[in-house]
């Protein structure tokens, strides 16, 4: 079946640190690829997606490149701000349509001043 | 830009009651689903429903679970007699499907609390 595994957190990082979250997932065909994050107290947003082999989604200063040969879809941003402190999840469904989502398992990321 | 919206945002309810976790889509979408997280955990998909009716369930959704649309823009969850083990953060959700694949939008979450 399919699944996504995520480097387990907690990440704590400084403001203006670079910061990377590895997602690597097992699927048959070509899933699509997503970033969700959860703010404190908050629902689950949607970051950025990819659809096909070498796409790059990007949004707020993230992104995410899909790597077809290493089955990964590591999350990056230049420039953490204290406002990125979230959980983050990485997530994939099948391209049929109305597929679900399988989720990671989710990574705490803390950006301290 | 529109939203999921799901109400209540907490509830808490002794052990046997019947819930319901009511949401409202995204009004052009198609597919809806519902999702739980039980606290610091990883979300789970519980359901998901398309031309009023179920297309794929999970086997956390057993038979004290059932979803419906009732009048064509809710779209409930509901409980038949809730387990300490059923409290969670419910999230409904609702999708769309083109030349991108799917894209699937989260609503606040339903925070239960079974007693």
């Known amino acids: 079946g399919n699944s996504v595994t995520q480097m387990e957190g907690p990440v704590t990082l400084s403001e203006e640190a670079f910061l990377t979250i590895n997602c690597t997932y097992t699927?048959?065909?070509?899933?699509?690829l997503f970033w969700y994050v959860q703010y404190p107290g908050e629902g689950l947003q949607l970051l950025l997606k990819?659809?096909?082999?070498?796409d790059k989604g990007s949004n707020k200063g993230f992104e995410a490149t899909y790597r077809k040969e290493t089955t990964s879809f590591h999350l990056e941003k230049g420039s953490v701000q204290v406002s990125d402190s979230a959980v983050y999840f990485c997530?994939?469904?099948?391209?049929?349509?109305?597929?679900?989502?399988?989720f990671g398992g989710g990574t705490r990321v803390l950006v301290k001043p | 830009e529109p939203e999921v919206t799901q109400t209540p945002s907490h509830q808490v309810t002794q052990m046997g009651q019947e819930v319901i976790l009511r949401c409202v889509p995204i009004?052009?979408?198609?597919?809806f689903y519902w999702y739980r997280q039980i606290l610091g955990q990883k979300v789970e998909f519980l359901v998901s429903?398309?031309?009023?009716?179920?297309?794929?369930k999970s086997e956390i959704f057993d038979d004290q679970f059932s979803v419906e649309r009732p009048d064509g823009s809710n779209f409930t969850l509901k409980i038949r007699s809730t387990k300490l083990e059923d409290s969670a953060m419910y999230f409904c959700?609702?999708?769309?499907?083109?030349?991108?694949?799917?894209?699937?939008?989260f609503g606040e979450g339903s925070w239960l609390t079974v007693v």
């Open positions: 990819a659809t096909k082999a070498d």
């Open positions: 997530a994939l469904s099948p391209q049929a349509a109305g597929n679900k989502l399988t």
């Open positions: 009004s052009n979408h198609l597919y």
């Open positions: 699927a048959t065909g070509y899933p699509s």
């Open positions: 959700a609702s999708g769309t499907f083109s030349g991108r694949g799917n894209t699937i939008y």
């Open positions: 429903f398309y031309n009023n009716e179920i297309s794929e």
